[in-house]
């Protein structure tokens, strides 16, 4: 196994919860997958969930090494998380087509959040 770019972030909690109060679907929808959405409400306090997976994505994104740029979009990168499972971070679209092209094949991910805070790291490896 090869690591081919690794990324860290960190996501107050108390702030991911302002912006979901303030922009509500607007936002969520066009940062997160229906199937993020879906997990995180479906939890009796969404917003750690939320910080979490935006960490996750902003974390994938550092792995790759692109930021938001050259066709990445937010969607692209989703946390799925089955029961007894370690998340992942599944690429699609554009991020997939990077990550590929330098050498990655998948995202292996961590996540936390305690307190006020949400953290995540992405490291992106190929076999």
């Known amino acids: 196994m090869t690591i081919s770019g690794i990324g860290v972030d960190l996501v ?3 702030r991911m919860r302002s912006m979901i109060d303030r922009w ?5 929808h066009r ?10 409400r479906a939890r009796r306090d969404p917003a750690p969930h939320f910080a979490a997976r935006f960490a996750a994505k902003e974390a994938g ?19 799925r998380r089955e029961r007894t499972q370690a998340p992942t971070l599944v690429l699609s679209g554009k991020s997939k087509e990077i990550g590929l092209f330098k050498g990655g094949s998948r ?13 995540a790291q992405a490291i992106l490896v190929g076999d």
């Open 61 to 79: 994104l550092k792995a790759l090494g692109t930021g938001l740029q050259l066709g990445v979009h937010w969607r692209e990168l989703e946390v």
């Open 24 to 28: 509500q679907d607007r936002f969520l």
């Open 12 to 14: 107050s909690i108390p």
């Open 31 to 40: 940062v997160f997958t229906e199937h993020e959405i879906a997990y995180c």
């Open 107 to 119: 995202m292996l991910l961590s996540l936390t959040h305690e307190g006020e805070y949400a953290l």
